[in-house]
C-alpha cells in the first residue's frame, strides 16, 4: 500500500484534471439519471394527453439533459485521460531520475527483460489505478447519493432500495469479489515479466543456441513461460467476467424489485401512478454507473502488485546508496591524479574479497599499466574509480579530493573510457561517433577514424544493433576513436586493442599516447607490450597489488613481470 501511496502523491500533482473529471463525471452521470427520468415521466404524462406547453417543456428538458449528458461525458474522459497520460508521464520521469544513478549497478541485480517489463509494462498498468481505481467510485457515490435524495421526496420506499442497492453493487459485490481476488493471486505481471525476460534471453543468445543445438531447450522455456502468461490472464478474465456478471444480476434484480414495490404502491396509493416510469428508468440508469465498480478490487489489486514492483527496482539501491551532497568538482582542463588507500571490494552476495588492500598513487599526467591474470580484480579497480561501484573499505582519491565527494557525473565527464565491451548503437558511424561531444564535424570525425586505422569506413556506414556488423577488432577501434572525439583528460583504458592485430595496435597506441601527452592515463592490458614506456605499472594477483614499479625496476627485481616475460619471449 505505501507504494501505491507513492503513485498517489505523484497523482496530485496533477489536481485540477482529476477535480474536472469529477465534476464532469458527475454531471454526466446526473445528466443521464435525469435524461432517463423525464423520458420515463414523459411517456407517463404523455398517455394523459397534458397541454401541449407541457409536452414542449419536458421534451425540451428531455433534448437539453442529453445534449448536457454527451457534452460532460466527453469532457469527462478528455480530462480523465488527459490526467492519465499526464501522471503516466510524470511517474516515467520520475521513476527514470530513481533509476539514472543506479545503473549501471542496477544490472547485476535484474534481468534486462525484467527491467523492460517493469519500466514499461508495470508503469502502463498504473494508468487503471486512476481511470478505473481513483476517481469512478467518488463520481459514482456522489450521483448515487444525489439520485437517492431525489427518489425520496417521491417515494421513501423506492429510496431505500436505491440505497441498498448501491450499497450491494458498490461495496458488498466487489468486497466479496475482493476476497476472491486476493485467494486467486494473480500473478499476471510476475508472468509477464517471466516471459519478457525468457524472450530477451532468447534473442540475445540466439546465435550461441544455434551453435550449441539448444535452441529447442530454451523455445519450450519460452513456450512455458508464456503458457503460464496465458493462463495467468484467463484467470483473471474469467474473474473479471464473473464479478461483473454477478454485478449487473444485483442491479437488475433491484430495477426488478423498484418496479414491484412501485406497482405495490401506486396500488396501495401510496405513490402517484405518473412517477412509476420514472423510477423504473432512474434505477436502469443510475446502474450503469455501478457495474464498472465490480472490477475495482481487480484493478486495484493489480495497481498494488505494478507499484511494488515498480517501486522495488529503485527501493532495493535507495538502501544501499549513501546519500550524498557532492560538493566538488573536478578541474576539467588539467589532467587528474589518483591515489587509492587501503581499498578493499566485494562484490554484493560475495565471500570473497575481489580486491584486498590497495594502495596505489598515479601522478596526474602519468601513464600507467595495469597488468596480471584474468580475474585479478583489474577491471573492478577501474569500476571503483568510476564510481560504478562503492568500496567496502578504504578511500579514493581523484585530485586530491576524496570521489565520494564527487558526483559520479562529474567524474564520467572527465573520463575517456573504453571498456572491454562498448556498446553501438543501431545507426551509422557517425550517429555512433557523435555520442562523444556535440557539435562534432565530419572533419574531425573522419581524421580520428584515421587515428584508430578505420578510414576505409565513412560516416554514413550503417552499424547494426551492438555493433553486429563490425569486427571484434574494429569495434574496439571504433570505441577508442569515440573515446579520442570526448571531452577530458583521464583516459582509462580496459584493453582496449585485446582484439586488434599487432601492427594497427602499435599504430594507433603512436596516435593515442601522442594525444594523451599531458593526460593521465590508465592501461589495463594482458598484452606485455610498450610496458617500457609506461611511468608505473602495477601487476595484480588476486586482488591485491603483488608488484609496482618502472619496467625496468620490476625486470630487475625478477618478480612476476619478469617471469611473464620470459614465457612471452620463449613462445615468440
Ligand atoms: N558483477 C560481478 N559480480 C560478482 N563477481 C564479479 C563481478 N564482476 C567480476 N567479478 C569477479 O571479480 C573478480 C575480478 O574480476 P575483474 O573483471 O576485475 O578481473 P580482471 O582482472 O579484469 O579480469 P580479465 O583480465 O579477465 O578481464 C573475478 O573473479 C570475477 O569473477
Not at 58 to 85: D, M, N, P, W
Not at 218 to 237: F, G, H, P, T, V
Not at 429 to 440: M, P
Amino acid at each position: 500500500m505505501r507504494d501505491l501511496t507513492l503513485v498517489v502523491k505523484l497523482m496530485m500533482i496533477e489536481k485540477k484534471d482529476i477535480l474536472y473529471s469529477i465534476i464532469f463525471g458527475f454531471v454526466a452521470g446526473i445528466a443521464a439519471v435525469g435524461l432517463f427520468a423525464a423520458s420515463g415521466y414523459l411517456i407517463s404524462k404523455a398517455a394523459l394527453a397534458p397541454p401541449l406547453y407541457a409536452l414542449i417543456i419536458l421534451t425540451s428538458t428531455v433534448k437539453l439533459l442529453g445534449f448536457t449528458k454527451a457534452i460532460s461525458r466527453y469532457a469527462e474522459r478528455y480530462f480523465s485521460h488527459r490526467a492519465t497520460f499526464t501522471i503516466l508521464s510524470n511517474l516515467r520521469v520520475s521513476f527514470f531520475e530513481k533509476l539514472e544513478p543506479l545503473a549501471p549497478g542496477i544490472f547485476q541485480k535484474y534481468r534486462s527483460g525484467d527491467l523492460l517489463s517493469r519500466i514499461v509494462g508495470d508503469v502502463e498498468s498504473l494508468q487503471n489505478f486512476f481511470l478505473r481505481v481513483f476517481y469512478p467510485p467518488i463520481v459514482l457515490v456522489i450521483v448515487f447519493l444525489c439520485t437517492i435524495l431525489f427518489t425520496s421526496f417521491v417515494s421513501i420506499y423506492i429510496a431505500i432500495v436505491l440505497l441498498i442497492g448501491l450499497l450491494l453493487t458498490a461495496f458488498v459485490v466487489p468486497a466479496l469479489f475482493a476476497v476472491r481476488q486476493a485467494k486467486i493471486d494473480s500473478h499476471v505481471r510476475e508472468g509477464r515479466g517471466n516471459l519478457t525476460t525468457e524472450v530477451t534471453e532468447f534473442l540475445h543468445g540466439f546465435r550461441d543456441l544455434k551453435i550449441y543445438q539448444k535452441l529447442h531447450e530454451k523455445e519450450e522455456n519460452l513456450l512455458q513461460s508464456s503458457d503460464a502468461y496465458i493462463k495467468e490472464q484467463e484467470r483473471e478474465n474469467i474473474n473479471t467476467l464473473y464479478s461483473q456478471s454477478m454485478n449487473t444480476f444485483v442491479a437488475l434484480f433491484i430495477s426488478w424489485l423498484v418496479l414491484a414495490l412501485g406497482a405495490y404502491l401506486v396500488v396501495d396509493g401510496q405513490l402517484d401512478g405518473i412517477f412509476l416510469a420514472m423510477l423504473i428508468m432512474i434505477s436502469l440508469t443510475v446502474f450503469e454507473d455501478a457495474s464498472p465498480m465490480a472490477v475495482f478490487p481487480i484493478h486495484i489489486q493489480d495497481s498494488k502488485q505494478a507499484a511494488t514492483r515498480l517501486f522495488s527496482v529503485v527501493d532495493w539501491e535507495s538502501k544501499n546508496k549513501v546519500k550524498q551532497d557532492y560538493k566538488e568538482q573536478l578541474q576539467q582542463s588539467n589532467p587528474h591524479s589518483i591515489e587509492m588507500t587501503n581499498v578493499s571490494f566485494s562484490f554484493p552476495e560475495e565471500t570473497r574479497p575481489t580486491l584486498e588492500e590497495i594502495y596505489l598513487k598515479l601522478p596526474a599526467c602519468s601513464k600507467t599499466a595495469i597488468v596480471g591474470p584474468s580475474g585479478s580484480g583489474k577491471s573492478t579497480l577501474l569500476q571503483l574509480l568510476l564510481k560504478i561501484s562503492p568500496a567496502n573499505q578504504g578511500d579514493i582519491y581523484l585530485d586530491d579530493v576524496a570521489i565520494n565527494q564527487i558526483n559520479q557525473e562529474e567524474i564520467w565527464k572527465n573520463a575517456k573510457v573504453v571498456l572491454q565491451e562498448n556498446h553501438f548503437f543501431f545507426g551509422t558511424i557517425r550517429s555512433n561517433l557523435r555520442l562523444a561531444k556535440d557539435g562534432l564535424t565530419d572533419t574531425e570525425m573522419e581524421a580520428t577514424l584515421a587515428t584508430v586505422m578505420l578510414d576505409h569506413f565513412s560516416l554514413e556506414d550503417k552499424v547494426n544493433e551492438k555493433g553486429e556488423n563490425l569486427s571484434g577488432g574494429e569495434k574496439q577501434r571504433l570505441a577508442i576513436a569515440r573515446a579520442m572525439l570526448k571531452e577530458g583528460h583521464l583516459w582509462l583504458l580496459d584493453e582496449p586493442t585485446s582484439s586488434v592485430d599487432a601492427i594497427t595496435e602499435q599504430s594507433i597506441y603512436e596516435n593515442l599516447f601522442e594525444q594523451a601527452k599531458n593526460d593521465t592515463l590508465v592501461l589495463i592490458s594482458h598484452r606485455l607490450t610498450n610496458l617500457e614506456n609506461m611511468d608505473q605499472i602495477i601487476v595484480m594477483e588476486h586482488g591485491a597489488i603483488i608488484e609496482s614499479g618502472t619496467f625496468n625496476e620490476l625486470m630487475q627485481q625478477k618478480g612476476y613481470l619478469y617471469k611473464m616475460k620470459q614465457i612471452e619471449k620463449e613462445l615468440l
